[in-house]
């Protein structure tokens, strides 16, 4: 023990090194004994010198011990060391000897320079000592906090920033709980994941959901085990919030209750940075999944559109040509090539339908809205069909003063090819099929209807999904899903379709259109002596 | 009808080149032109059919969009420096854009493929027939159905009663039909009436579209002489 106590001594007495010696924070008791041990020491060590030494630089080495006492044991041992030194000087060394009495007054001056040297010493000490402390200790905080920023960085999963963080927190605040609850895509804190592994309790719950709302530091003790209180962080990304870290603490440790809050609140920052690099990392990942994808499912649409196509332009030509070989074909030859080339153009029908589904199933379809007049892609639709509609009369009401729409003419078109090809084949020859617009609301409602049979009813709602037919087994042949495109086209401009058997017979679809605000066309006056 | 036979044999000289790489898509066009009695020109690249078109001075041109060495446009670029004959554009279905460019490039029709046989020789027999109007003074008086136009004295009359247009109709209807036959994009069209500041404005375009099929045609929703090309433009046909 009095090795020990040397040895700390000696450290600085040789002044070297200004490392916060042992004995400092020994018990009160041993640096108490220590100081007295020093002063006795440095007595009879002085004992010897007595007659050779001139009484004032006894006196120094005196001082000196008590400078030594009072630095290395702290103020009230150096005290004492001074006030012992004192004592022993004047008893063993000051004239009359073994008395404490004092013959000379200017011993009274000597005796409180001591007692005053030994008080600075030792404030100045300590105060050198608490400075140091704190130094040290910030100087733990900025590398745990370092530590960690460097974990963040290099983290490529929320598995690896759990691991960090329980590290630092465990080793800097002693946090006895290190939960971090993330919200979901729809802004809800997910409690319970693989990584906080048992959700907190329902009242606890409230509070970490007002935190995230708010953006809040709490601090509460109920939730915590004894000795212990929780705190709430927000973690406040750039952008948003990020999620809440909760930390169970020692209540106790009120010593640096500053540093402490500063601490957290860069970590939780440095936190909320890396949930965020990873929360952008995965949004970044599935835009480039999602590009690839999309990519790659518009190059194979394409290709299979060219190669599919080719052999049937061929298939169609070559059909066609066979009628204007020379010398003419018997009647019985003739209708085959006809009939081959009427199937190749519905095979045609069918990829084309099958192509166009696939397009609109990928929900990425880029619709080219333009503001035209309804009654154009109608036109050009019943110009299309042509011959599909064979003998059957077409009624067009639209009125002339319907307002331009926004569409994307090209599916426009398919829409009313598919409704008006569906609505001549379910109709007897040379009957009329009637296509009515008007305004109803804000939309424009679209009807089209034939004097056919009407949809079965049990399965009127069924027929707009991909791949069902009103009949199990229909008479007229077709592929059933240009309702289904229909549906997705319309859908995809924001309108409604559905399907009615109105009272008078027949079968209707009835569809709607956003109306929006069209653009304005000046009118143009009709001048004088111009054209007329 | 004896105007229609004069104009078959007359037609029946003409040199028709074909530029595709399809084999067997060469195989059943070039036997429907035979039995036109054309004379046919084959190439598989834009290069053969520059060289060949070069060569041969043919009356017409069927070009494939889709060619091993570069797309139709390019061959369309090129040719149209020299060469103010007829270009009939085969090209697939959902490529407006392709089929915009060429025709904006100088192309004069389209056909979507698969095609009618029947249909490709009538655009042939059209776009013969527009070339060699090229050809000679355009007459100041034209007339389909029961509409007639003078631009000589700027009047159009339906039923013998004059039409009231104002100048943008007018301008609009004299452009398309002295290019009958021709497929015109919304581009070209709104370039020529409007200016090259209003290329993105094509609901003025179809506005005064539909502003003309309601005071020429019998019905507007089914027009037979101002005709859609969705997506791309308008076709006048007599």
Redesign the interface.
């Given at each position: 023990m009095v090795t020990g106590l040397m040895a700390g001594i000696r450290l600085h007495a040789i002044g070297v090194t200004m490392q916060l010696p042992l004995d400092h924070n020994a018990h009160p008791v041993l640096r108490y004994a220590g100081a007295v041990l020093t002063a006795c020491l440095c007595a009879i060590l002085c004992l010897p010198l007595l007659g050779r030494l001139d009484l004032a630089n006894i006196l120094m080495l005196f001082l000196l011990a008590v400078a030594i006492t009072a630095a290395g044991f702290g103020r009230g041992p150096g005290i004492l060391a001074a006030c012992l030194s004192v004592v022993l000087f004047d008893f063993l060394f000051v004239e009359p000897r073994f008395s404490l009495a004092v013959h000379d007054g200017q011993y009274v001056v000597t005796f409180v320079v001591m007692l005053l040297v030994a008080i600075l010493i030792s404030h100045l000490s300590s105060l050198l000592r608490e400075q140091l402390h704190e130094a040290q200790y910030r100087e733990q905080r900025t590398r745990i906090l370092y530590e960690c920023a460097r974990h963040f960085a290099g983290a490529m999963t929320r598995t690896q920033i759990d691991e960090t963080l329980h590290t630092c927190l465990s080793e800097s605040v002693h946090a006895s709980r290190v939960a971090v609850y993330l919200p979901d895509e729809q802004e809800n804190l997910v409690f319970a994941d693989s990584v906080n592994r048992a959700a907190p309790s329902v009242p606890e719950k409230l509070v970490i959901q007002t935190t995230y709302a708010s953006g809040q530091k709490q601090e509460i003790s109920e939730f915590a085990a004894d000795g212990f209180r929780t705190v709430y962080l927000p973690l406040r990304g750039a952008t948003r919030m990020r999620g809440v870290l909760v930390l169970d603490l020692p209540a106790n440790r009120e010593d640096h209750a500053d540093d402490r809050q500063y601490f957290l609140e860069a970590l939780s920052s440095l936190l909320a940075t890396a949930l965020e690099r990873l929360h952008f990392v995965a949004v970044a990942q599935a835009a480039e999944l999602g590009m690839q994808s999309e990519r790659l499912r518009g190059s194979i649409l394409s290709s299979i559109?060219?190669d599919i196509?080719?052999?049937?332009?061929?298939?169609?030509?070559?059909a066609?040509?066979l009628q204007?070989?020379?010398p003419e074909l018997s009647a019985e030859t003739r209708d085959i090539a006809e009939s081959l080339r009427a199937q190749?153009?519905r095979l045609?029908g069918m990829v084309?339908n099958l192509?166009d589904m696939a397009r609109l199933q990928s929900g990425k379809v880029q619709l080219?809205r333009?503001?035209?007049?309804l009654?154009?892609?109608?036109?050009?639709s019943?110009?299309?069909l042509g011959n599909a509609l064979s003998s059957r009369v077409?009624q067009?009401n639209?009125p002339?003063d319907l307002p331009?729409v926004q569409f994307d003419?090209?599916l426009m078109?398919r829409v009313f090819c598919n409704l008006l090809e569906n609505a001549a084949k379910y109709s007897p020859q040379d009957s009329t099929i009637t296509?009515a617009a008007a305004v109803q609301g804000d939309a424009v409602e679209i009807s089209i209807s034939n004097a056919g049979d009407g949809f079965p009813a049990d399965a009127i709602r069924d027929l707009l999904d991909v791949f069902s037919r009103g009949q199990q087994e229909s008479p007229v042949q077709g592929f059933g899903i240009g309702l289904s495109i229909c549906r997705s086209i319309i859908e995809a401009h924001g309108g409604r379709i559905c399907l009615v058997n109105p009272q008078e017979g027949g079968a209707r679809v009835v569809f709607t259109l956003p109306l929006g605000m069209?653009?304005t066309?000046e009118p143009?006056?009709?001048?004088p002596g111009?054209?007329? | 009808m004896i105007a229609r036979e004069t104009v078959v044999s007359h037609e029946s000289r003409a040199t028709v080149l074909l530029v595709e790489d399809?084999q067997?898509?060469r195989?059943?066009?070039r036997?429907?032109l035979h039995?036109e009695h054309y004379r046919v020109l084959e190439a598989g690249a834009i290069r053969d059919g520059l060289v060949t078109a070069g060569n041969e001075k043919p009356d017409l041109v069927i070009l494939d969009l889709?060619l091993p060495d570069g797309d139709g446009v390019q061959f369309m670029h090129d040719f149209r420096h020299w060469s103010p004959v007829p270009v009939l554009v085969l090209s697939?279905?959902?490529a407006?854009k392709e089929k915009i460019a060429a025709l904006d490039a100088g192309a004069d029709d389209y056909l979507t493929?698969?095609?009618?046989?029947?249909e490709l020789l009538a655009r042939v027999r059209a776009l013969l027939r527009r070339g060699q109007q090229l050809q000679v003074v355009p007459e100041a008086h034209l007339s389909f159905s029961d509409v007639s136009v003078d631009m000589a004295r700027?009047?159009?009359t339906r039923h013998a009663e004059?039409v009231?247009?104002?100048?943008?109709e007018?301008r609009l209807l004299v452009l398309l039909v002295t290019n009958a036959g021709k497929v015109m994009t919304h581009r070209h069209l709104l370039r020529e009436i409007w200016g090259a500041g209003q290329a993105d404005?094509?609901?003025?375009l179809?506005?005064y579209?539909?502003h003309l099929?309601?005071k020429l045609e019998k019905?507007?929703?089914?027009?037979q002489h101002i005709?859609?090309?969705?997506?791309v433009g308008y076709r006048f046909v007599f």
């Open positions: 559109s060219h196509r080719t052999p049937l332009t061929v298939l169609c030509g070559l066609d040509t204007l070989t020379q190749a153009f045609h084309d192509l080219k333009e503001w035209q007049p009654e154009e892609v109608v036109g050009a019943i110009h299309v077409v067009v639209i002339s331009l003419a090209v078109e296509l069209p653009p066309i143009e006056n009709v001048l111009l054209p007329t | 399809e067997e898509i195989r059943f066009v036997t429907a039995s889709g697939a279905r959902s407006e493929k698969p095609f009618a046989v029947g700027r009047v159009v004059p009231h247009l104002t100048p943008i007018y404005n094509s609901h003025y179809r506005v579209v539909g099929r309601q019905d507007p929703a089914q027009p005709l859609t090309e969705t997506a």
